[in-house]
């Protein structure tokens, strides 16, 4: 309990009914003053030290109660009860000094009082509400402990669910990766033009590393430089293919394009198929090691590689979708390559979810990543409907999920995830808020001291 100043009237108590020093005893650390249940006529005041009230339960166990500080008293309840009683176990916490009164003790008249409960009764009822007052925050406090108790529970019955499907995922997505892996090799091994394999390979190498708005403005430029019709330009833009690279592979290029197209977009789809079956993997081995205390991380991680991955994973999710894409050279840091993919698949999937809501507007998704005072800085903003305000302090917490206007908002255990890997990379997830989109702003340090969680 905390030290309060006192009145003329407590100082007048004290110097009356606690100044004899025969009536004071020293209780060293650990020392019982009063146990519950048994007889105590006595009222205490500490002089120095610190005592502490627990209270037992039906099994015998003590739970924390207060803390009794110097010039605050102990047996308050038993002695103006008169029921002589204790209601709780209380001892010392360090050595310390109390003086005491007895229900023997004579009343010293005083001009505002005629007896000695009179006199106590503004002291009783100040310590009485300020043990109210503390058993209310110790109350409050074992409440957070049980609710942080509870969350912890859950993410760790998550990952318990998640053990028990683990081995059939593992199984399906090793087969798509092997027969994924199979089929490239025969399909290199049937091109019979030369030209072809180059195509090919292009799309399995690169994949669909141009976002919605940068195939536009390519499509202008085939249009413009190598005269191609409007549909043959819009399907070749999406390869990637440098002019030069295109004139090369064919001299007939209003013809061959679509073919040309086909055999990247077999390329492109096999790329697809086999981050995805990397990327399963890992997610459900996170999920499943939910809280575990380390994962691999190496030097050498680019996190611009990261965010091309996750898009590309999200890809039938961001084609109704203009995405603009702003990735600076950032340097390499140690990290856990399928952790950030895991991060922006959150962040970009709870994205593209929020605008679909929205109709009859242009959805846009900004990706952002530069560096800011040896902090990589990645935002990641949509223009949807915002986040709800009354969600919106919750966000981060385990299964915040909530319908608003129809409207689903369910962030579920996605976001929990996102801010428990940033911290532990030491870096910070902020987000902002309005009815034109959400806006998170991930900051995470170079050379920061994370080769484990």
């Not at 399963?280 to 611009?304: C, E, F, M, W, Y």
């Amino acid at each position: 309990m905390k030290k309060v100043q006192h009145s003329a009237k407590f100082d007048w108590l004290i110097k009356n009914y606690f100044s004899d020093p025969k009536r004071r005893l020293k209780l060293k650390d650990g020392e019982i003053l009063m146990r519950k249940g048994h007889n105590n006529s006595r009222l205490y005041l500490v002089r120095s030290g610190k005592l502490k009230s627990f209270m037992e339960d039906e099994e015998g166990s003590w739970e924390d109660s207060l803390i009794i500080d110097p010039n605050n008293f102990a047996g308050v309840f038993s002695f103006f009860s008169k029921t002589f009683i204790s209601i709780a176990t209380v001892k010392a916490i360090t050595d310390c000094e109390v003086a005491y009164i007895d229900n023997s003790q004579q009343f010293i008249p005083s001009e505002d009082a005629l007896c000695i409960e009179k006199q106590f009764m503004p002291v009783a009822v100040t310590e009485l509400m300020k043990r109210q007052q503390s058993l209310r925050e110790v109350t409050k406090e074992k409440e957070r402990a049980l609710k942080k108790l509870m969350e912890n529970e859950k993410l760790a019955l998550l990952g318990q669910m998640a053990a028990g499907i683990a081995h059939e995922l593992n199984n399906a997505v090793s087969v798509l990766a092997r027969n994924s892996n199979w089929l490239v090799e025969q399909l290199n091994q049937r091109w019979q033009d030369p030209k072809e394999a180059v195509v090919f390979e292009s799309g399995l190498l690169n994949g669909r590393i141009l976002s919605s708005g940068d195939v536009r403005k390519r499509k202008k430029e085939l249009q413009k430089n190598l005269a191609l019709s409007d549909q043959n330009a819009a399907l070749l833009a999406q390869t990637g293919l440098s002019d030069k690279q295109l004139t090369k592979l064919s001299t007939k290029l209003q013809k061959d394009a679509p073919n040309m197209y086909e055999i990247w977009e077999i390329g492109a789809t096999f790329n697809d198929m086999l981050i995805a079956a990397e990327q399963s993997t890992h997610v459900v081995k996170s999920i499943k090691t939910l809280g575990a205390q380390s994962r691999l991380r190496q030097p050498g991680l680019d996190i611009n590689e990261s965010i091309n991955n996750a898009m590309a994973l999200l890809r039938h999710k961001l084609k109704i979708i203009t995405v603009n894409v702003e990735l600076n050279p950032l340097p390499p840091i140690t990290g856990n390559l399928g952790e950030f993919v895991q991060v922006w698949t959150n962040l970009i999937k709870n994205a593209c979810e929020s605008m679909c809501h929205l109709e009859n507007y242009e959805h846009e998704l900004t990706i952002k990543t530069k560096i800011i005072n040896d902090q990589i800085q990645v935002i990641i903003q949509d223009n949807g409907p915002g986040i709800p305000k009354k969600i919106l302090p919750n966000i981060f917490q385990p299964n915040v999920t909530t319908k608003i206007s129809g409207l689903s908002f369910g962030l579920g255990v996605g976001l929990t995830i996102v801010q428990r890997i940033i911290t532990e990379y030491n870096g910070t997830v902020d987000v902002k808020s309005s009815d034109k989109g959400a806006k998170f702003i991930i900051q995470i340090p170079v050379g920061g001291n994370y080769d484990q969680a």
